[in-house]
């Protein structure tokens, strides 16, 4: 894949994603962002922000089929075709989505508690993406904060600390604060994308479309 002329600025270009860990498209919506920046070569930072898809889950969690049934009404049919549809865009950009019978929806308080102390290292990115691959590829049990801390000690953080973090919930506070942030700024999907804080792109748009709003905002930045 050629890369076009690189898309220039003074500043690199700010990119905030509110997504959820346990949202299939943003994995998708992030994914075909980050081939449309590798594409344009484009200069930019992402900053990752909470959203909880489903705040009231118990800490359990729940089977993903029952919960995307009882939550939206629909048919087991219309379930396996969202499926095909999710795992289709995500070979497409790499990402391998293993639909289980027993796969399940969990609580994602404690996911973003556990990003919010790993953005402190500089560790967030790397986080969420693992996590991502934990959920969705491999199916962890992520309403287990051992299963988490775990996690955490995989990409090199300390997981006793994770663990530690997690069971005192230090951080509870300061992610509710960053939630209710972006709920009133009119957030109620995602993932959201906003662009130098000013542009927000909802869902994923496909590459050939990130491609255009990121040549679009370098043409604005000339």
Not at 89 to 96: D, K, M, R, V
Request: proline fraction near 3%; glycine fraction near 4%.
């Amino acid at each position: 894949m050629e890369n076009s002329e690189q898309l220039t600025s003074e500043q690199p270009l700010r990119i905030d994603i509110v997504s959820d860990v346990v949202c299939p498209w943003c994995v998708v919506g992030y994914r075909q962002l980050a081939a449309a920046l590798e594409k344009t070569n484009t200069d930019h930072e992402i900053h990752w922000h909470p959203f909880e898809l489903n705040p009231n889950m118990p800490s359990e969690g729940q089977n993903m089929r029952e919960h995307i049934m009882e939550k939206y009404g629909s048919s087991k049919a219309e379930s396996e075709a969202s499926r095909t549809r999710i795992a289709e865009a995500g070979s497409e950009i790499g990402f391998e989505f293993n639909f289980t019978d027993d796969l399940r929806m969990h609580n994602t308080f404690n996911l973003h508690q556990l990003l919010h102390w790993a953005e402190q290292q500089g560790r967030m990115h790397e986080l969420k993406q693992t996590l991502f691959i934990a959920h969705f590829t491999d199916n962890r049990n992520l309403s287990d904060i051992r299963v988490l801390a775990d996690i955490a000690a995989e990409i090199g953080l300390d997981g006793k600390e994770a663990l530690t973090v997690l069971e005192d919930q230090r951080f509870a506070n300061d992610v509710r604060e960053v939630e209710q942030h972006w709920q009133r700024q009119g957030i109620q999907s995602v993932p959201a994308i906003i662009f130098n804080e000013q542009h927000l792109v909802s869902g994923a748009q496909g590459v050939d479309n990130y491609v255009n709003i990121l040549e679009q905002l370098a043409n604005m930045q000339e």
